[in-house]
């Protein structure tokens, strides 16, 4: 195994295929590229549909923090730069979930310095995936509030189990603010009104609920949700992939061009934003109780 280079994450190393991390594997089948590895973001490509999809497995609620951002990130990337590669799925390796959001710990009692690190890591993901030439669907088998509505917002299509999950914006319950960015992709998908109710009030979404908003485009029982994606799949997949791009570009670019020209400036706004000792008390207050729930 080659050393690792200096200045680079072994991480960032391992994805770019310079080492292979203890116990990583990557195998290959005739229809299926799987890059399995010790790492929270599982990608499974099969090369006769085109089709990747990448699972966030980050047990036990795929709460997003530095090491899963920064997985997600290249793993985008490198989907984004193979030809074969049409769409892409995301979805969870983990049961009843789909992503808890912001892994908390990364806001809490935390450095500057690593909150801008985490920051910068979750710009690069969501710039990749709201920005991405792929088809994207979000196959939402579980929980997804915050951070993880983010992740389903910014695909093109979301299909989500009915039943007990949540789905939404959550942030004003734990004394935090959405960024301009997730509201702005909000407002791109369900309108000023329902976006202005929904920050405001922290708003989480049952299935049903978020169907009738239009936050999903279907809600379908637990084991539907995969088929009913590769369903919808077969009708993206038709459409002349030139035509579709630049459509989805034109229709994203404003949005993305926003943070693009304030990257800096938002992670250090976050960084200091979330140092407040008025947001730490909140944040501290928002994980007793989550513990407390428990008991
Ligand atoms: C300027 C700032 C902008 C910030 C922008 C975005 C913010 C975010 O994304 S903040 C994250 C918001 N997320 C939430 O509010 C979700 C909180 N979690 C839950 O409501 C539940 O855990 C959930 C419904 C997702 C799942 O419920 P359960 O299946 O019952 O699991 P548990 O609640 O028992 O959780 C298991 C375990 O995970 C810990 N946990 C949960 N969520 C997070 C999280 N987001 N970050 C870190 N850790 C999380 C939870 O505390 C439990 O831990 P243990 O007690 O140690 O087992």
């Not at 050393?3 to 770019?16: E, Y």
């Not at 791109?188 to 978020?210: P, V």
């Amino acid at each position: 195994m080659a050393a690792p280079m200096r200045g680079m994450s072994v991480l960032r190393q391992a994805f770019q295929g310079l080492v292979r991390p203890a116990g990583g594997q990557v195998c290959r089948q005739v229809q299926h590229r799987c890059y399995s590895t010790p790492g929270h973001v599982q990608v499974d490509m099969n090369s006769e549909t085109g089709v990747a999809t990448v699972r966030l497995n980050r047990p036990p609620v795929n709460s997003l923090n530095l090491d899963v951002l920064t997985e997600l990130s290249i793993a985008l990337e490198k989907l984004e730069t193979d030809k074969s590669c049409k769409a892409m799925v995301l979805a969870s390796a983990a049961p009843g979930i789909f992503s808890a959001g912001l892994d908390i710990l990364e806001m809490y009692q935390s450095t500057p310095e690593r909150c801008v690190a985490f920051w910068r890591a979750l710009q690069d993901a969501w710039l990749n995936l709201y920005g991405s030439r792929l088809i994207t669907m979000a196959a939402i088998e579980g929980h997804s509030p915050a951070g993880g509505c983010l992740l389903a917002m910014s695909c093109d299509y979301r299909v989500m189990a009915e039943g007990k999950f949540q789905i939404g914006l959550n942030e004003t319950k734990l004394g935090i603010v959405a960024p301009f960015w997730f509201t702005d992709v909000m407002l791109n998908t369900i309108g000023h009104r329902e976006t202005e109710k929904a920050l405001q009030l922290g708003a989480l979404y049952s299935a049903q609920q978020a169907l009738s908003i239009g936050l999903v485009d279907k809600v379908v029982p637990l084991a539907e949700v995969m088929p009913t994606v590769e369903g919808e799949l077969k009708n993206w997949l038709q459409i002349p992939a030139a035509a579709r791009v630049i459509t989805k570009t034109s229709m994203r670019k404003a949005v993305l061009d926003r943070l693009r020209s304030q990257k800096e400036k938002d992670a250090q706004f976050f960084a200091d934003f979330i140092n407040r000792d008025s947001v730490q008390k909140s944040l501290g207050m928002y994980i007793a109780s989550l513990q407390k729930k428990k008991n």
